[in-house]
């Protein structure tokens, strides 16, 4: 009965062959999916990792991936330059798409991804911000909801520290260039700027950023090559009801070391998650004998404690990314099996996903982060509604003619 229910999941599509590539696929496989494709950005990248992974068929050609009859969902885990335009071409011809984060490398990009995924409503269009699928966030989230720290909108401030390696690879590439996705706040900070929202349920407004590229050649990357990606950046976000975000991202430290802390405060105390761990404390009331103050004991109370053991395990990406994204393939799964054809589909098992709305937002805040960073003050968030003129000038020359003319 089971392996009848997995024929109904839809058969997968892969684009990169990085190490997201190698954690997704065998716990796609793991759920019951079927790899059926995989692109590179060259032949010979596709061919050794098509090989490496026993993936039947691979490509150096996106249509030849998209075109397959057996491929109705893609993993998009590739460059963020390619992005938008392989989430686009998916969704036109009614593929449902999971893609890595950022949306695109701008605004604009994402602009594009929201477009589609509204013109095709009955396809998955989610963006892999994994760390909300962490049960440890999913429990923080419900805690939260459920006023473990007064009202929802009485939180005053969530602080997030993330203590990481170098992002880069052995040979320069994308991520070493800032242009093109590369760096500590579009690669872990994306997921914070989505991880805060998703926790408080409100938006930025206003933010304020430091990013610094300490870090410009090492031993492979040297010579005329220069990095720009930036491995330390600190933010502050203004969230739209009064609640303050602090951040700081840094990627001195050596190897695969990973140390993440989010608090999140309240005047009646806060919560915590360190790792995949969720704790939480209350400040002593004058209250004598209420049940808050019956839990308002000197140390944390633990809340969640992940005993749970990773069968996808990487040396390169933290453990609670992969953590997350397991679960997300899980959710993936839940919310195709039930259903009688391979590209129908529920939505509820993935309905924390994040939207390319939430990918978009992401990206706008961010583009306020790099304008904050290059003059020195608070910037408003500002989301683009309309894709912006590609020549603003020969625009303004048209309008004067057709205002002449009339």
Known sequence: MKSDSNKMLPGIGVFGTGAVAKVLVPFLREKGFSVEAIWGVTAQEAEATAKELKIPFHTNKIDDVLLKKNVSLVFIVCAPNLHAQISVKALGIGKHVVCDKPAGLCQAEALKMVRAAQYYPTLISIINHSLRFLPAFSHM???????????????????????????????????????MGGGTLTLVGSHVIDLVSYLSGQKVTKVHGVLRTFVEETAQVNGIRRITA????????????????????????????????????????????????????????????????????????????????????????????IKGLCKMISALKEAFQPVKEQMDWIKEPVKTAATFEDGQRVQATMEALRQSNEDGCWKTVQLLTEPPDPNPALSAAVRRTAISLQ
Not at 164 to 173: C, D, K
Not at 295 to 300: F, G, L, W
């Open 230 to 321: 930036p491995d330390f950046c600190t933010f502050q976000l203004q969230m739209d009801r009064g609640l303050l975000v602090t951040a700081t991202l840094n990627n001195h430290l050596p190897g695969p070391y990973f140390n993440q802390e989010i608090y999140v405060f309240s005047k009646k105390g806060y919560l915590v998650v360190r790792g995949g761990d969720l704790h939480g404390k209350l400040h002593k009331t004058n209250n004598k004998g209420t049940e808050d103050d019956k839990r308002a004991i000197d140390k944390e109370e633990v809340i969640y404690v992940d005993v749970e053991d990773l069968s996808c395990a990487s040396s390169v990406i933290p453990k609670p990314y």
């Open 141 to 179: 989230r419900k805690s939260i909801m459920d006023g473990y720290l007064g009202n929802p909108g009485d939180l005053t401030l969530i602080d997030v520290r993330v203590q990481m390696g170098s992002l880069l690879g052995e040979t320069y590439n994308w991520l070493c260039d800032d242009t």
